[in-house]
């Protein structure tokens, strides 16, 4: 026996599921999927993810100039 789940949006396990359908997963390793929940509102473990931390428009942060990698346009 499986898990019962219910999909919160289109997505695809075993065929194509739409939001609303009511199906069953074979265990805990099958609710990855963010398109889905437990249909006995137990909450799905999911590990947490890092995000890349940003300052500004440079998304590699501040930087320091590397002198050698300019041009000498003299």
Known sequence: MGIK???TA????????ESG?????????ALHHSWMER???????????AQPQTTGNNPAGA???????EADLS
């Open 39 to 49: 249909a006995d509102g137990k909450t799905i473990k999911r590990p947490k993810v």
């Open 21 to 29: 359908d009511e199906f069953e997963v074979a265990d805990e390793q």
């Open 5 to 7: 789940v219910i999909a």
């Open 63 to 69: 930087l320091p100039r590397d002198p050698t990698l």
């Open 10 to 17: 289109p997505g695809y396990y075993g065929h194509y599921r």
